[in-house]
């Protein structure tokens, strides 16, 4: 039997379609910020994508972050 180890790319789809299942639920904690996200998870949240790199890779320094800017909830 052969194990396939999972890739990077592997590890960030799966923390895309994590960020895109918990959009809602971020907007309402994480709104106007930025956020970073390893394994699924939430590692950083900042006003600046720097500062929440720089967090990130200081919470899970040798894997690379997911990062995306939380918009603000708009009124329909």
Known sequence: MVLMAETEEDRLNK???WLTKNTP???EKYEGK?????????????????EVYAKAKKNCPDKEPLMEFVPSVMPI
Do not use: Y
């Not at 930025?34 to 720097?50: F, S, Y």
């Open 15 to 17: 923390d895309f379609l």
């Open 25 to 27: 639920s971020l907007q």
């Open 34 to 50: 930025w956020v970073a996200i390893v394994d699924q998870k939430v590692v950083g949240v900042e006003k600046n994508a720097k």
